[in-house]
């Protein structure tokens, strides 16, 4: 058998099976080896019953004395029900609506029971017990599981695969492996799936939670040698005065901080590499507009990029007037452009004559080359793989890079992630802004909510509601409101008024039209899924009602809520949703009680457990199999220091015992869409 080979090659797996094990994303037998459990069940020390405690859960090995056949009780409900017992007690096993357990043992056949002890009047009872053989010692893997696999499936495909470890090449050297007591892979991956105690167990986990983490901080350590450890095009002091002179409001401290930090790394001989990190509306923009206009002072070009088409088109729209009274050129470059404008747009970078260039994912493409860039910058860049961030700054040669983030992220998620990258914070919103007052209502006030809304249109401002759907379809749960209906039924409300209606299904052309004409003022109530939750910019607008507001994440609604607030205006936000969920309402309420989005990603952070925050592509991060960047800080720290040592012999994993190192690196990041070279 060879590692590579498909899972159709093992006896008992036929079309349907294979089909089942491809939805956990295991195709060949390596699939299925890097299939780790999720959870261990301990049958290292079977007990007599007698030892047993009531309200234990343990391993009792026994023989069965005696089969009580079905009873059936009040509800239908069937119970199977035997005796066991061994030389000195016995105990009754209990299965609900289940016969195959006991049809599978006989009178007097001994078997360990494992399960909860519990104590009832006619003796000690074991509920739904797990049967294994006798003899069965260590641990048991309890794997992730779908349809039609069930567990002793699992677990036996896994050990007919498993002589195959011995295929699988070690990646760590010798040299860290001793330093930092790790066991060889093979024999990791074999006791991960088969551990004879919970010490072989924690070290086995060790090894492949410690190569995992290991080949990331490579591949981020590759990245970053491409785009620093190298001589940039350091710039010449020049003033900014032209730039704050043409602003129409002065900026903030944090807001200058952030800027001088910025221009003082651009003086440098190695290229910049700065986060911007600030909540919703701080004005991280500005920040990035500095940045080009110093950069365009210095005869270089400059490049942003946004995670989707209508933030790059406003973008384009706002800064083009302020920079273009400086004299300077812009252009953009999306995907929804037609291939004659592209190639202009392409042309004219070639050629240097734009200085800024603001685009989506269409900046990434082959053949948009640039006469001289000097500056890169991210916005939103939480939206980006870590790999795509770093294929634009290779379209120059090692330009500066800014990035900027609304979603601040654990410590050591942040080590991780932007490693060296060195940090400004904006911690302060512009002069003038007055918290948005956040509601949480029920439907049956939602007509209070909208005579709440035209008394504001009334007054010249606008609104957005925002639903959870585009457009329902059959199987969607009834309550769920969709933006295309939803337009339809409000209008009655709204008569005299101009509503919009915006989602990610309309094309790029027609949705920025539509946000140009509310940005204009011509759309008064735009109905909306969460397209809008990035950037969008229009001052005017100081409602939001988001329709089922339990459906969205708490950072989401946030993010969302950010859509408002942005003028000097009084700013309100209404979620409505009908959820009786304790948990759901008290996250509610706590973005009723605050507009710290630093708080709020910390209670998110609380009450769903690190496993869930904000989820890895979020952060342009490949899913780990078994390490978690934000519990096992100190193998992080260790897995870096062991990367930046084999980085520092081989900076480029040239050397042919870094092949498989190098194999490892490439499908993790091409698994983030895309890889250093
Ligand atoms: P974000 O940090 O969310 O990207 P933006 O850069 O979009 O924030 O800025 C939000 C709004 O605040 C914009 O309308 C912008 O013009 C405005 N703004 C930015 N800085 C200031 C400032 N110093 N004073 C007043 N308004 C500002
Ligand atoms: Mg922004």
């Known amino acids: 058998m060879k590692l590579g080979e498909s899972v159709t090659i093992l006896w008992g797996v036929g079309e349907q099976r294979a089909k089942a094990l491809e939805k956990l994303g295991i195709d060949t037998l390596e699939d299925l080896l890097l299939h780790y459990p999720r959870d261990y069940i301990d049958l290292t020390s079977p007990r007599n019953i007698t030892d047993t405690v009531p309200g234990e859960i343990c391993p009792v090995r026994a023989s069965v004395f005696r089969k009580m056949g079905e009873t059936i009780v009040k509800g239908g409900m069937r119970l199977y029900k035997a005796q066991v017992g061994d030389s000195e007690g016995v105990m009754n096993i209990v299965f609900f609506n289940n016969p195959y357990p006991l049809e599978r043992l006989h009178t007097e056949q001994e078997a360990l029971f494992y399960g909860k002890v519990e104590q009832a009047s006619q003796g000690r009872v074991m509920y739904n017990p797990q049967v294994f053989p006798p003899d069965m010692k260590g641990l048991w893997p309890i794997y992730p599981l779908t349809k039609n696999i069930s567990n002793g499936i699992m677990r036996h495909l896994i050990q007919l695969a498993l002589p195959t470890a011995d295929q699988i090449p070690e990646i760590l050297p010798e040299a860290i492996r001793e330093e930092y007591q790790l066991m060889d892979c093979v024999q990791a991956i074999r006791t991960a799936h088969a551990p004879e105690n919970f010490q072989s167990l924690s070290q086995a986990r060790r090894r492949l939670m410690f190569e995992e983490l290991f080949v990331l ?103 083009s007037s302020l920079l273009g009274k400086l004299g300077m050129r812009l252009g953009l470059l999306t995907g929804s452009m037609t291939a004659a404008q592209k190639r202009k ?20 493409s082959e053949g948009v080359e640039f006469a001289k860039l000097g500056l890169v910058i991210t916005d939103e860049q939480h939206r980006f793989g870590v790999a795509q961030r770093a294929g634009l700054s290779r379209k120059g040669n090692h330009p500066h890079t800014l990035v900027m983030s ?38 049956p006030k939602r007509d209070r909510a909208f005579r709440f809304i035209r008394e504001h249109l009334v007054q010249g401002r606008q609104a957005y509601i925002v639903c959870p759907l585009v457009e329902a379809a059959d199987g969607t749960p009834p309550g769920l409101r969709d933006a295309v209906a939803y337009l339809e039924t409000i209008k009655p409300a709204f008569t005299g008024f101009h509503l919009g209606l915006l989602h990610g299904k309309m094309r790029p052309a027609e949705k920025e039209h539509i946000m140009s004409a509310f940005s204009a003022g011509e759309i008064q109530l735009l109905v909306s899924t969460t397209v809008i939750e ?49 948990g759901t309402l008290e996250r509610l309420k706590m973005l009723c009680d605050t507009n710290d989005g630093f708080r709020i990603a910390e209670y998110d952070l609380a009450s769903r457990g690190p496993g869930n925050f904000l989820g890895w592509q979020q952060h342009g991060l490949p899913q780990l199999r078994i390490a ?50």
Request: glycine letters at 8%; aromatic letters at 6%; charged letters at 20%.
């Open 217 to 319: 901080a490579v591949s981020l350590g590759m990245l970053r040698t491409y785009a620093h450890d190298t001589k940039g095009i350091p710039m010449e002091p020049h003033s900014l005065e032209p730039f704050y002179q043409a602003l129409p409001f002065a900026l903030t401290e944090a807001q200058n901080r952030a800027i001088q930090d910025l221009i003082a790394d651009m003086c440098q001989n190695t290229p910049a590499n700065r986060l911007v990190q600030g909540d919703v509306g701080s004005g991280k923009t500005m920040v990035a507009a500095a940045g080009a206009y110093f950069a365009f002072l210095s005869g270089t070009q400059s490049a942003m990029m946004a995670p989707t088409e209508l933030l790059a088109q406003q973008h384009y729209n706002g800064l």
């Open 345 to 364: 747009i392409r042309q004219a970078l070639a050629e240097g004559e734009i200085d800024l260039c603001i685009g989506t994912h269409a900046l990434l």
């Open 406 to 443: 609304a979603t601040p992220i654990p410590r050591t998620l942040a080590l991780m992630v932007y490693g060296e990258l060195d940090l400004s914070i904006i911690d302060e919103l512009p002069p003038g802004r007055k918290p948005i007052k956040t509601y949480k209502i029920s439907p």
């Open 534 to 582: 990035v950037g969008v910019d229009v001052p005017n607008a100081t409602i939001m009602m988001v329709e089922n507001a339990e459906r969205f994440g708490l950072s989401q609604l946030h993010q969302l809520r950010g859509r408002v607030g942005r003028g000097t205006g009084e700013s309100f936000c209404i979620l409505l949703s009908d959820s009786r969920n304790m």
């Open 628 to 677: 978690d960047l934000t519990t096992d800080g100190e193998l992080v720290t260790q897995a870096q220091q062991a990367a930046h040592k084999v980085l520092e012999k081989d900076p480029f994993l040239a050397s042919p015992e870094n092949t498989a190192l190098w194999k490892q690196m490439k499908k993790m990041m091409d698994s983030v869409g895309g890889r250093p070279n």
